[in-house]
């Protein structure tokens, strides 16, 4: 008998010691009061500017409004600078923070802005999840948190050429992922299936190229694109939840949308030999003055709308030039000779690097995908995207070669695989990507230490080839997305799969109320 109790005991005390919140904090120390929030409760917000998504979001996960407190009054809820934490208590950097719930309130301490905001999404969570009594009022265990994330750059990669999302599916998609904390969208405007970014300059990028998609090739298809106007409110939109958009205009290949509108800049693309389906694989034309500098013109356009951006990314990925007939290898062939380049491959290295000091001139690091590492770019000054998973040396002379590396493997990054074996809209390789492989991510890579500090952060990829509608979207991303922040966030000494799922079931409500219809695994909901 009293085993069971002492098992009931135990068993009872870890099940309280996992409080409701995604990515898993570093540190949690409960301790025996309790606050109590009722509706009224005020808050004293760390500076006016987000007063109003601050209050939203607690008011959200409370369920009745909070009010903000006059400056004179603290509020039940504080939100306040790390130096007035108590001595022993570490102070929290950069995007850390420490909240601490005691009978009195619950306070959030943060050095910077974006730890405040960490801290929100901790504190939202926790309410959500607080106990309720008949009349609404919630009741919170006290507690202390500790908490930093594990990397700095914690992303997620939209493909928004195969199919469009639009600026309602992208806010949405916003606010999931600052919900989690994850930092970065990496926005993949451009490639063969439609051109999605306004560049004034050049509007035919846009009319033309931005007609269709994937599943719709006809020449009369509307156009989906972003406007400028659309762009500076989403970036906007971004910032304020502390996400930073990185850009993607993909080249010298994946360029067809592009070369539709300007066929002056066609650097000549191939069909595939007996796959008449398969768009030919059009490249922009490297040994062309003009094609460079129209490059140029809409990488500076890229610049000013993304201004904070700190990477542009070029692409880079699967170009080869000359495949089959190459109408411009006489042209192609000039420059060789001008510039004393052996072969087509110097061609492309050559390409890239003439790309990267324009995006270097304008104050922003070269992003790639992988491909870019053997192009010899300035270390500090680029930024590698590994993505082919079957390469793992890729990675390896990447990192030994001094570059910062974001981690996004195929396998088990890129959503466009299926999550489950039943699944059949999706992609394999070799398996597939449950949630569980994303949790895990990275630590099957047994990254040293000294890898480690040149590994930037990871994130996952949703190229959209196959997932037609936002539901389908929404089923590949979801709840996928999540594991990956927790395993952006959280230290592996803290990572859990079991608790992961315990804690995963809430989460699945709070997305599908805020109308995002994830794959549910506990129930594996049908795709
Ligand atoms: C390869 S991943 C690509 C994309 C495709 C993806 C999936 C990468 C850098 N390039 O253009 O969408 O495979 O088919």
């Given amino acids: 008998m009293r085993r069971i109790f002492t098992c009931l005991l135990f068993a009872f005390a870890t099940a309280?010691?996992?409080?409701?919140?995604?990515?898993?904090?570093?540190?949690?120390?409960?301790t025996d009061t309790r606050l109590h929030l009722t509706k009224g409760a005020t808050v004293q917000?760390?500076?006016?500017?987000?007063?109003?998504?601050?209050?939203?979001?607690?008011?959200?996960a409370a369920g009745f409004p909070l009010v903000p407190a006059l400056a004179s009054k603290p509020g039940s809820i504080q939100f306040l600078p790390a130096t007035t934490l108590p001595d022993r208590i570490p102070v929290p950097k950069g995007e850390g923070y420490v909240i601490r719930i005691t009978g009195e309130g619950a306070n959030v301490h943060a050095a910077t802005p974006a730890g405040h905001f960490h801290g929100l999404q901790t504190l939202a969570q926790l309410i959500r999840s607080g106990e309720r009594?008949?009349?609404?009022?919630?009741?919170?265990?006290?507690?202390?948190?500790?908490?930093?994330?594990?990397?700095?750059?914690?992303?997620?990669?939209?493909?928004?050429?195969?199919?469009?999302?639009?600026?309602?599916?992208?806010?949405?998609?916003?606010?999931?992922?600052a919900r989690y904390k994850l930092n970065r969208l990496h926005w993949h405007l451009t490639d063969s299936a439609g051109w999605r970014i306004e560049i004034k300059k050049y509007p035919k990028l846009t009319t033309i190229g931005g007609r269709g998609n994937e599943s719709d090739r006809s020449a009369d298809a509307p156009a989906q694109f972003y406007t400028q106007e659309q762009i500076r409110g989403i970036v906007a939109y971004a910032k304020e939840r502390h996400i930073t958009i990185v850009p993607e205009i993909d080249m010298p290949g994946h360029a067809d949308a592009a070369v539709l509108a300007y066929p002056e800049h066609d650097g000549g693309g191939f069909l595939q030999k007996g796959n008449k389906d398969k768009w030919p694989h059009f490249t922009f034309n490297p040994a062309k003055k003009e094609t460079l500098s129209f490059l140029d013109d809409i990488l500076k356009e890229v610049a000013a709308l993304f201004p904070e951006a700190g990477v542009i990314h070029v692409g880079g990925d699967e170009v080869h030039f000359g495949w089959h007939e190459w109408p411009k290898l006489q042209e192609v062939q000039a420059l060789m000779k001008k510039?004393?380049?052996?072969?087509?491959?110097?061609?492309?290295t050559w390409f890239i690097?003439?790309?990267?000091?324009?995006?270097?001139?304008?104050?922003?690091?070269?992003?790639?995908?992988?491909?870019?590492?053997?192009?010899?770019?300035?270390?500090?000054?680029?930024?590698?995207?590994w993505w082919r998973h079957d390469k793992p040396q890729v990675l390896h002379d990447a990192l030994k070669n001094d570059?910062?590396?974001?981690?996004?493997?195929?396998?088990?990054?890129?959503?466009?695989?299926?999550?489950?074996?039943?699944?059949?809209?999706?992609?394999?390789?070799?398996?597939?990507?449950?949630?569980?492989?994303?949790?895990a991510f990275p630590a099957a890579l047994k990254l040293s230490a000294a890898d480690e500090k040149q590994v930037r952060g990871i994130?996952?990829?949703?190229?959209?080839?196959?997932?037609?509608?936002?539901?389908?979207?929404?089923?590949?991303?979801?709840?996928?997305?999540?594991?990956?922040?927790?395993?952006?966030?959280?230290?592996?000494?803290?990572?859990?799969?079991?608790?992961?799922?315990?804690?995963?079931?809430?989460?699945?409500?709070?997305?599908?109320?805020?109308?995002?219809?994830?794959?549910?695994?506990?129930?594996?909901?049908?795709?």
């Fill in 403 to 439: 570059y910062s590396v974001v981690l996004c493997p195929r396998r088990p990054c890129y959503f466009d695989f299926v999550q489950h074996d039943s699944h059949k809209v999706g992609r394999r390789w070799g398996g597939f990507n449950p949630l569980s492989e994303v949790y």
């Fill in 339 to 348: 510039e004393r380049l052996k072969d087509l491959a110097a061609v492309e």
């Fill in 16 to 30: 309280a010691a996992e409080i409701q919140v995604i990515p898993r904090p570093v540190d949690v120390r409960e």
């Fill in 353 to 385: 690097r003439r790309m990267s000091m324009t995006i270097n001139g304008l104050r922003f690091q070269t992003g790639g995908w992988d491909e870019i590492a053997s192009r010899d770019l300035p270390r500090d000054k680029s930024l590698v995207f």
């Fill in 459 to 527: 994130q996952a990829c949703l190229w959209t080839e196959t997932a037609v509608t936002q539901a389908r979207r929404d089923f590949l991303i979801w709840p996928r997305l999540v594991a990956l922040a927790e395993a952006a966030w959280t230290p592996d000494s803290r990572k859990d799969f079991s608790t992961f799922e315990q804690r995963l079931p809430a989460e699945i409500e709070w997305l599908r109320a805020k109308g995002i219809k994830p794959y549910d695994p506990s129930a594996n909901s049908p795709e």
């Fill in 133 to 177: 009594d008949g009349q609404g009022a919630i009741s919170l265990g006290g507690a202390q948190i500790l908490d930093a994330p594990r990397f700095a750059w914690r992303g997620f990669m939209l493909d928004e050429s195969r199919h469009f999302t639009g600026e309602a599916g992208v806010k949405r998609l916003l606010d999931g992922m």
């Fill in 45 to 60: 917000l760390a500076d006016t500017k987000t007063k109003d998504l601050v209050l939203a979001t607690l008011s959200e």
